[in-house]
């Protein structure tokens, strides 16, 4: 099985990410975890992952903006509601947001999915050169992954940057919602560059603006795990 939570651990736990976790992207490619797969508003949900796992922690922020971008607007000159909380759960069982928990295959497709959204959107802004990627070959080579899953994520670092790649492996909308989550959490998302592949890929995806506004947000809360 492919082992998502293995690689997100992995890179957590290494003494280097943990190094430069505090100083984002621009470390370069001695702060994989920070700019490759995890960004601010990822290195947020850790305590997420570790509970409920990579896959259902990203689906619970794709699934919490979903249903709160599809609330019913008050009246305008109804009272202002108190502010709802932007935390969120685990993507709940048997819901479009999480394959079945005997089907493996359709969670290893789904977990794939996720990781090539994570390191596309790193990509985005192009300061992953040819040498550092090899030292990110080299870090990650060192970590305690699986073969399957360094190769998977090696060959990722390897190809060009392909949208159309990310964008086919969302086949439901609610896959989208989370191929979206995904890549918005593996980054920054501070440059012109980040920002504007984030643009393109909700629009490839034809995520409707309320769930971007709410994926936004419910990612920046810094409300506990």
Same mark, same amino acid.
Request: cysteine-free; glycine content about 6%; charged content about 25%.
């Given at each position: 099985?492919?082992?998502?939570?293995?690689?997100l651990?992995?890179?957590?736990?290494?003494?280097?990410?943990? $190094? @430069? &976790?505090?100083? %984002? !992207?621009? /470390?370069?490619?001695? +702060? *994989? =975890?920070?700019?490759?797969?995890?960004?601010?508003?990822?290195?947020?949900?850790?305590? $997420? @992952? &570790?509970?409920? %796992? !990579?896959? /259902?922690?990203?689906? +619970? *922020? =794709?699934?919490?903006?979903?249903?709160?971008?599809?609330?019913?607007?008050?009246?305008?000159?109804?009272?202002?509601?108190?502010?709802?909380?932007?935390?969120?759960e685990? =993507?709940?069982?048997?819901?479009?947001?999480?394959?079945?928990?005997?089907?493996?295959?359709?969670?290893?497709?789904?977990?794939?999915?996720?990781?090539r959204?994570?390191? =596309?959107?790193?990509?985005?802004?192009?300061?992953?050169?040819?040498?550092?990627?090899?030292q990110?070959?080299?870090?990650?080579?060192?970590?305690?992954?699986?073969?399957?899953a360094?190769?998977?994520?090696?060959?990722?670092?390897?190809?060009?940057?392909?949208?159309?790649?990310?964008?086919?492996?969302?086949?439901?909308?609610?896959?989208?919602?989370?191929?979206?989550?995904?890549?918005?959490?593996?980054?920054?998302?501070?440059?012109?560059?980040?920002?504007?592949?984030?643009?393109?890929?909700?629009?490839?995806?034809?995520?409707?603006?309320?769930?971007?506004?709410?994926?936004?947000?419910?990612?920046?809360?810094?409300?506990?795990?």
């Amino acid at each position: 099985m492919f082992d998502v939570n293995g690689i997100l651990d992995a890179l957590k736990n290494d003494p280097q990410t943990r $190094k @430069t &976790a505090a100083v %984002g !992207a621009g /470390a370069g490619a001695a +702060g *994989l =975890a920070a700019g490759l797969l995890m960004g601010k508003s990822g290195r947020k949900m850790l305590k $997420k @992952t &570790a509970k409920y %796992g !990579a896959v /259902a922690a990203i689906g +619970g *922020l =794709a699934y919490h903006a979903w249903t709160k971008s599809r609330e019913p607007q008050a009246p305008t000159t109804a009272p202002v509601p108190a502010p709802q909380s932007s935390d969120y759960e685990a =993507a709940p069982e048997q819901t479009a947001f999480l394959p079945a928990p005997g089907d493996e295959a359709a969670q290893d497709d789904l977990g794939k999915t996720l990781v090539r959204a994570m390191i =596309a959107a790193a990509k985005a802004d192009g300061k992953i050169d040819a040498d550092e990627k090899e030292q990110i070959f080299a870090r990650l080579n060192d970590m305690p992954l699986d073969a399957e899953a360094k190769a998977f994520v090696f060959d990722e670092l390897s190809a060009p940057l392909d949208i159309d790649r990310v964008v086919a492996g969302a086949r439901t909308p609610e896959q989208a919602a989370e191929v979206y989550a995904a890549s918005l959490v593996a980054i920054e998302a501070d440059t012109a560059a980040e920002k504007a592949y984030l643009q393109m890929l909700a629009a490839r995806l034809n995520l409707d603006e309320a769930f971007v506004r709410e994926v936004h947000a419910s990612a920046d809360a810094a409300a506990p795990a």
